[in-house]
């Protein structure tokens, strides 16, 4: 892609935007970084931009800051459909990060999506990628925290791109296309931006809908939604299902992970031999494992590394044992669906809830809750409505404690009550934003101060 002597807008100061400034100037461009946030540089070192001949501009965007710009790159942080850019748009090429990294890579690109489980299906996948493409040919990228861009002009075209995708990243995108992609299911979450589920749903499909019958599409055949996706999808479908087998495609079968194609049936691994545990990482593993087999993965080398993989950090993240209680670290769980997959993996939990609530229904969270936790302590913004929800759904008030703003007052908490053979769980259900930067800074915060406990 050559920008040589164009005018390059990008804006969304963090770390896509960053990476997509400093590859635009590598590339030849004119650069401006642009974020709406005066004060963004107290939160981000905006030196090595300037250093590398990039203009920053922070304050409210307005039309001249897009006069005679050749394109526009927007943060996956930034909406696309704001006042500004339907004007802009009209006369200026509007791209997300991930399509600018698409339009640099030389290598075909194996996408990851769904609403839950996409860190650790795509980690899990690109270790499998390395089983074929080799170990330094395979980029991995995306919302999972490096520069889509900076791994597609890295890799060559005899390598790989394995990219986490979320709807954000796909709003300003209308040519990204893969060669294979897995979406692992659709639940209620980012309605505010999104506004419904089937705008949402949309923003997702964009994984294939360039694909033809030569590109791959890995679907969960128990999430009607993702099902659903085969109807219009003119790829070749592979669908994997962690309750049933299947006539073709991935399942569990006499405790193993197996595929059944086109007639044949592949053992790959058993489930007790796998390191990351829980029914949700049964369903990881399918998707991840029938995409690498699809793209021509040996059965055997997989399931070593199926054998090897070791839980994603912030995903039911064991942290330590202290007087025959475990603790672990599930702030990734940014939404009820995706704690609820952890609820459902102990028994006894003491289980530490709340924060940026995305107001997003918790009837189900809270039939679990009613099985599987013994006491309930609730931090953060979410703290009054994830009680009164508890209490509506016959919780016990005895059983719920409040903490505050304080993970500190919280795992002190769930220290003092703790018994084995309970475990002290951090499985949030929502976002971080009301105390903590992201789930990574909360999940953090979380180990430092269980590792800190005497």
Same mark, same amino acid.
């Given at each position: 892609m050559d920008l040589t002597g164009k005018k390059v807008?990008?804006?969304?100061?963090?770390?896509?935007?960053?990476?997509?400034?400093?590859?635009?100037?590598?590339?030849g461009a004119t650069v401006i970084m642009s974020d709406a946030n005066e004060n963004v540089d107290q939160k981000h070192d905006l030196k090595p931009l300037r250093d590398a001949g990039v203009e920053i501009v922070l304050g409210k965007q307005t039309e001249a800051l897009f006069k005679d710009a050749d394109l526009v790159i927007i943060s996956p942080a930034v909406p696309r459909h704001i006042p500004i850019f339907e004007k802009v748009g009209q006369s200026?090429?509007?791209?997300?990060?991930?399509?600018f990294a698409y339009k640099l890579a030389k290598a075909p690109i194996f996408a990851v999506t769904g609403t839950n489980g996409k860190t650790t299906t795509t980690m899990l996948l690109g270790e499998l990628m390395k089983t074929i493409y080799g170990k330094n040919n395979v980029g991995v990228g995306g919302n999972i925290g490096t520069p889509l861009c900076e791994e597609c002009y890295r890799i060559g075209e005899d390598g790989c791109i394995v990219a986490e995708i979320s709807s954000y990243q796909m709003e300003a995108s209308s040519e990204f296309t893969t060669k294979g992609a897995a979406i692992l299911n659709v639940t209620p979450d980012h309605l505010a931006r999104h506004k419904t589920m089937d705008v949402y749903q949309a923003e997702k499909e964009k994984v294939f809908a360039h694909h033809t019958k030569d590109d791959f599409l890995v679907l969960n055949y128990d999430d009607e939604r993702t099902r659903s996706m085969a109807q219009r999808a003119k790829s070749t479908i592979c669908f994997f299902s962690s309750s049933q087998e299947l006539e073709e495609g991935a399942f569990v079968k006499d405790g193993q992970l197996v595929i059944r194609w086109h007639g044949m049936l592949h053992a790959i691994c058993k489930v007790d031999e796998m390191q990351i545990k829980g029914a949700h990482n049964i369903e990881n593993a399918l998707a991840a494992v029938s995409l690498a087999f699809l793209a021509g993965g040996d059965t055997v080398k997989m399931a070593q590394?199926? #054998?090897?993989?070791?839980?994603? +950090? =912030?995903? /039911?993240?064991?942290?330590?044992?202290?007087?025959g209680v475990t603790y672990y670290n599930d702030?990734?769980?940014?939404?009820?669906?995706?704690?609820? #997959?952890?609820?459902?993996?102990? +028994? =006894?939990? /003491?289980?530490?809830?709340?924060g940026d609530d995305k107001k997003t229904p918790l009837d189900e969270f809270y039939a679990l809750v009613n099985e599987h936790v013994d006491k309930l302590i609730l931090v953060g913004d979410a703290t009054a409505r994830f009680e009164a929800e508890a209490l509506k759904h016959?919780?016990?008030?005895?059983?719920?404690?409040?903490?505050?703003y304080s993970m500190e007052k919280a795992v002190e908490l769930a220290h003092d009550m703790a018994k084995a053979p309970q475990v002290v769980l951090l499985s949030p259900a929502c976002a971080s934003f009301d105390m903590y930067d992201g789930y990574e800074a909360?999940?953090?915060?979380?180990?430092?101060?269980?590792?800190?406990?005497?």
């Open positions: 807008i990008v804006v969304g100061a963090g770390i896509s935007g960053f990476a997509a400034a400093k590859l635009a100037k590598k590339l200026v090429p509007i791209i997300s990060e991930v399509e590394v199926l #054998k090897d993989f070791a839980p994603v +950090e =912030h995903r /039911i993240e064991p942290v330590r044992t202290l007087n702030s990734k769980a940014t939404n009820p669906e995706a704690a609820n #997959k952890a609820i459902g993996t102990f +028994e =006894h939990i /003491i289980l530490i809830a709340g016959k919780y016990p008030a005895v059983n719920i404690y409040k903490a505050g909360r999940g953090r915060d979380f180990k430092r101060i269980v590792n800190e406990l005497k």
